[in-house]
C-alpha cells in the first residue's frame, strides 16, 4: 500500500503535493519522492526515509511549477533506497510515473525492456515508465493505455510528461485512486486526505478507468469509451478519512484483512494446475529439508503454532516452534537439514533477530516470512517471503497475522507438493480453499454487529478463558492476547483438553468461556467441554459452524462462522475474536489503536 497524489492548477505544486503525502503516510513511509514540470522541465527529488527527510533534502531547491506528482512507498518489490522510491522516469527523463499496487508479470516485461532502457531501480513500476516510452510518440494517453494492455496485476498509476505539461493520466485496476476537484484545480490520489483540505468533491475511479486530467476538464474512458463517473460529496475530516472513515486504525486494518490476505497470495499459486511459486526461495532445498524450526514471538508465535501443525499434518516433517525470547539463550540442537523459519510483521524484533544469530550457523536453509521489505530480518536470511498486508498503524497485530497465515498455509501446501505427501486433485482443492477466504472473511465481517453486542455484554468482566482444540488452540491463545493487548483485560488460552487439568477452577458465574468449537472431528469433545463449564455456571462464548443449531442450546453467544475444512478452520476464527478484543477495549475508553506499555515494534531486549 502506498500514497500517491498528483496536482494540476494554479498554485505551486510542490506545496500542495507534499501537503498530501503528509496525509498519506498512514498508507507508506519507507521512501517518498516528488517529480514537478517546472517550466517544461521535469525536476524529480526522492529520499528514503519519512516525507520529512525528503523535505529537509528540498528545503533550500527553487522548484516551482503548476504540475507534479508526490508518491510515499510502503516497500513490495526493492528496497527503500532513493533509487527504488518513486517517481520514476523513463529514459529520456521526460516521462514520471507513481503506482501503488504490484505488476505480477514485470519480471517478464523488464527482461525484453532491458534490452533497449537502462533500468536503474529493482521495482517493478520502473517497467511502466519504459513501456510509456516505447509508445510516447502516439501521445501520453495513448501511450498509457497501450501499455496498460501489456500488464498484469493491480495498479494505481498517475503519470506526467514535460512534453505535454498541461495534463495528468491516471489509471486503475485494483488499487485505489480518487480525483479531488477544485476551483481551477484538480488532485488525484490513493486516498481522500491528501486533499480533503482543498476541495470535498471526489469522483472514485473505477477498475479499468483511465483518466485525463486538466485542470479545467476531466475525462474519463473505460474500454476505450468515455464513461461518466458521479461527483460525491465527502463529508469526513482529515482524521477520519486516513481511517477510512472508521473509528480506529485497528478496525480499518480488520477490515482491510481480505484484501491483505489477496494481496499476500497474489501471483503465488493457481488452483486450475495445482501451481504455487514462491520467488526468491531455493525451491530444491525445500525439498530436501528434514527437520522445520520456526522462532517468532508474540501473535506471530502463535501464527507459527497454526503453522506446527499444518506442517506435522500435510508434510510429515518434525516441526518444532520456539519463542525467540527463549531460545536466543538457550542451546537448541537442531536436527538434519533443519529448515529454520522466522516470522516477524516488523522484521525489527530484536528477541527474534537475536534468536536466529543463536542458530543460523547450524540451519540448513532459512526463511524470513516478514512484512517489512528492507527490514533486518528480511536481509538476514536465505529466503523472504514478503506479506503484503501494508502497513499496519495499529499496535495490534491483525492484519499482518491473518497474512501470515496465508503465507503459511501456502508454504506447508508447497512443501507437501515437494514431498509428494498430497496428490494434485487435495493441492488444487486446498488452493480452491485459499482463494475463497478473503470472500468468508467478508462475511464474518459484514456480521460485526453481533460481535460488537457481545462485547457489550461482556466488557466489565474481569477474566476470560479461550479454549481451542488441535490447530485451533493457537487461535485460542492469540484471542486470549489481543484481548490483554486491547482491553488489559486478564486473559489465558487454554487447550480445551487442558481445562479439567487446572483451568476449571478459575470457573464460576463471573467467567466468560470462549470456545472455539468448529464441528469437526473434535466438536463432541469440545461439547464435553462446554458442559463441564456449564455445569459450574460458567459463561459460553461459542465460535461454531452457521448449520450447527445445537450450540443454541448450550452457549450463552454464539458466533457463527462459515463453514470451512477443518484445517483452515483458523483463518476464519480469529477475524471475530480480533474484533471481540475491539469492540470490548473500545466499550472501555482505551485508545485501542496506541495500548499502553506497548510497542508495534519490540526492538529492545
Ligand atoms: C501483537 O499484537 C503484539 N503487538 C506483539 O505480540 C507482536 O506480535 C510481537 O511483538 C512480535 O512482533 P513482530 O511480528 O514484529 O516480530
Excluded at 45 to 64: A, F, H, M, T
Excluded at 72 to 100: F, L, M, Q, Y
Excluded at 456 to 485: C, S
Aim: a positive charge.
Amino acid at each position: 500500500m502506498c500514497g500517491i497524489i498528483g496536482y494540476i492548477g494554479n498554485d505551486n505544486a510542490l506545496d500542495k503535493i507534499l501537503y498530501g503525502l503528509k496525509r498519506l503516510e498512514y498508507r507508506g513511509y519507507d521512501s517518498a519522492g516528488i517529480s514537478i514540470i517546472d517550466d517544461k522541465k521535469l525536476i524529480r527529488y526522492r529520499s528514503r526515509g519519512r516525507i520529512e527527510d525528503l523535505i529537509e533534502k528540498i528545503k533550500d531547491k527553487k522548484i516551482n511549477g503548476t504540475l507534479g506528482i508526490g508518491h510515499t512507498r510502503w516497500a513490495t518489490h526493492g528496497k527503500p533506497t532513493d533509487e527504488n522510491a518513486h517517481p520514476h522516469i523513463d529514459c529520456s527523463g521526460k516521462i514520471s510515473i507513481v503506482h501503488n499496487g504490484i505488476i505480477e508479470n514485470y519480471f517478464e516485461l523488464k527482461e525484453k525492456l532491458k534490452k533497449k532502457h537502462k533500468f536503474s531501480s529493482e521495482t517493478d513500476t520502473e517497467v511502466f515508465a519504459h513501456l510509456i516510452e516505447d509508445f510516447i510518440k502516439e501521445g501520453l494517453e495513448n501511450a498509457v493505455k497501450k501499455s496498460i494492455l501489456k500488464i498484469k496485476g493491480m495498479y494505481a498509476l498517475v503519470i506526467i510528461s514535460s512534453d505535454e505539461p498541461d495534463k495528468i493520466v491516471a489509471a486503475r485496476q485494483g488499487s485505489p485512486l480518487v480525483i479531488g476537484i477544485g476551483e481551477s484545480e484538480v488532485f488525484v490520489s490513493s486516498d481522500i486526505p491528501s486533499f480533503l483540505k482543498y476541495t470535498k468533491k471526489a469522483i472514485f475511479l473505477e477498475d479499468g478507468d483511465i483518466a485525463i486530467i486538466k485542470k479545467d476538464k476531466i475525462r474519463i474512458f473505460n474500454n476505450n469509451k468515455e464513461v461518466k463517473r458521479q461527483i460525491r460529496n465527502i463529508k469526513w475530516t482529515e482524521k477520519q478519512a486516513q481511517k477510512g472513515g472508521f473509528p480506529h486504525f485497528m478496525l480499518k486494518e480488520i477490515m482491510e484483512e481480505p484484501q491483505a490476505f489477496e494481496d499476500t497470495l497474489m501471483g503465488k499459486f493457481d488452483e486450475r494446475y495445482g501451481n504455487i511459486k514462491f520467488e526468491n526461495i531455493d525451491i530444491m532445498k525445500l525439498k530436501s529439508i528434514e527437520n522445520i524450526r520456526i522462532i517468532a514471538c508474540g501473535t506471530s508465535y502463535h501464527a507459527a503454532y497454526v503453522a506446527k501443525y499444518l506442517f506435522e499434518k500435510w508434510t510429515g516433517i518434525n516441526t518444532q516452534i520456539e519463542i525467540g525470547s527463549e531460545i536466543r539463550y538457550a542451546n537448541p540442537v537442531l536436527g538434519e537439514k533443519t529448515l529454520i523459519i522466522i516470522i516477524s510483521q516488523s522484521g525489527e524484533t530484536i528477541d527474534t533477530i537475536e534468536a536466529f544469530k543463536n542458530i543460523k550457523n547450524n540451519a540448513y536453509y532459512s526463511i524470513a516470512i516478514v512484512n517489512v521489505v528492507g527490514s533486518t530480518l528480511s536481509r538476514m536470511l536465505h529466503g523472504v517471503i514478503y506479506t503484503h498486508a501494508g502497513p499496519e498503524i495499529g499496535v495490534a497485530a491483525t492484519k499482518t497475522f491473518i497474512s501470515q497465515l496465508a503465507v503459511l498455509y501456502l508454504l506447508a501446501l508447497c512443501i507437501a507438493k515437494l514431498k509428494n505427501k498430497i496428490n494434485i486433485k487435495d493441492i488444487k482443492n486446498s488452493l480452491r480453499i485459499l482463494r475463497k477466504i478473503p470472500s468468508l472473511i467478508k462475511q464474518i465481517l459484514s456480521n460485526r454487529r453481533q460481535i460488537e453486542k457481545i462485547a457489550e455484554k461482556y466488557y466489565n468482566h474481569k477474566d476470560f478463558l479461550y479454549y481451542g482444540r488441535n490447530i485451533n488452540y493457537p487461535i485460542a491463545l492469540e484471542g486470549a492476547l489481543k484481548l490483554k493487548e486491547i482491553s488489559y483485560i486478564h486473559a489465558e488460552g487454554y487447550p480445551a483438553g487442558e481445562m479439567k487439568h487446572g483451568p476449571i477452577a478459575l470457573v464460576d458465574e463471573k467467567v466468560p468461556n470462549v470456545f472455539i468449537a468448529p464441528q469437526n472431528s473434535l466438536y463432541e469433545k469440545v461439547i464435553n467441554n462446554i458442559e463441564e463449564i456449564k455445569a459450574r455456571n460458567g459463561i459460553i462464548i461459542a465460535l461454531t459452524n452457521r448449520s450447527n443449531n445445537e450450540m443454541e442450546k448450550k452457549a450463552n453467544d454464539i458466533i457463527y462462522i462459515p463453514d470451512i475444512e477443518e484445517d483452515f478452520y483458523p483463518l476464519l476464527a480469529i477475524i471475530p475474536l480480533q474484533l471481540l478484543a475491539y469492540y470490548i477495549g473500545v466499550k472501555k475508553g482505551i485508545d485501542v489503536d496506541k495500548p499502553r506499555n506497548l510497542a508495534k515494534s519490540v526492538t529492545v531486549e
